[in-house]
């Protein structure tokens, strides 16, 4: 049975900082944020978002009525939750108006919350074979104002719809992953920020690539003149090409040539947003679908995902003809050019504002133009509207 993505979609907020901006703020030399980490922009997401209406904005992007009746199984996939107990995923079911017959949960494992989601999802599928499932992948990356990790902050949510006889992307069969206890970055339950040792989980994200890369070329027999492209999971853009050089060095120059020039086309998006944690790497597939100038059908893509604490795969996929029908370009050109620029003292005073603990709290949803906003708290509870 052919299994994988029928349909995927992306949102992020209205507003975004100049990282030129942020570094000239900081002291810095813009280089090391344009060039050092490799992005352009960074996400601002406002206290009227959260990880449950970005996840449920991308999501209301590809659903449609019919696709509604079939979903059986939504996974919500967040390393930024917003309930200890509750899953975002029945908040999210409720927004979109899907049936109440279906499962609902959330997933955690750091940044690769989301593959654990697709992988489950697949099997799901397998089971049931006339049913889809919704896999959402919703974060805001928070490391705290003038940190190390401040410039590989950012926002989003992609959603996937996963089937059988999918008009994108058929799963391969085959994976390979390694987990292991490491404490590169993690989150306590008393705070809002990310801890994270820097440089020790920069090395640990390439050292479990090329661990789990190479496990699937042992298993498979899969050359690295096979993948179209690779796709990694960007914390920020510059770490999937440290990934990517890894997996080069010593190729053959006409390949690593093309895998260079499709890594490029892959963090795209990544640039100008910045982190989404759980969604960064669909994001990067988005990014390569819709801005990639040679891509053909069966063409086979590799992915790696990773997750800090720590967890790693790769696995494939492989292009369905007439993928290219399926997906929104223009769409997504516009939404990103049409966010607004904020200045460096207007995002410390939107990064500021998270009130996780509050009792009641009404926020002011007249400016956020998204579908599904956070408007507030009444009582411990969390109120959600559709505009």
Known sequence: MKIGIDKIGFYTSNMYVDMTELANARNEDPNKYLIGIGQEKMAVIPPTQDAVTLGANAAFKILTEEDKKTIDLVIFATESGIDNSKSGAIYVSRLLGLSPYLRAVELKQACYGATAALQLAKGHVALNPDNKALVIGSDIARYGLRTKGEPT?????CAMIVGQ???????????ACYMEDVMDFWRPFNHTEALVNGKFSANIYVDFFKKVFSIYREKTGAE?????A????????KQGLKGLRAAIEGADPKISSELSRQFEFSRKYGRLVGNLYTGSLYLSLLSLLNNSD???ANQRLGMFSYGSGAQGEFFTGRLVPGFEKMLDKTGYEEMLEKREKISVSEYEKVFSSLEMRAENL??????DPAVFVFAGI????RKYLKK
Do not use: C, K, V, W
Request: no cysteine.
């Open 153 to 157: 902050q950012g926002g989003g949510a």
């Open 165 to 175: 006889n999918p008009r994108i992307l058929e799963l391969g069969e085959t994976s």
């Open 224 to 228: 690295l003149e096979d993948f179209a």
């Open 230 to 237: 690779l796709l990694f999971h960007l914390p920020y853009t």
């Open 294 to 296: 040679s891509l053909r």
């Open 362 to 367: 009404e926020l002011n949803i007249d400016d």
């Open 378 to 381: 009444e009582e411990y509870s």
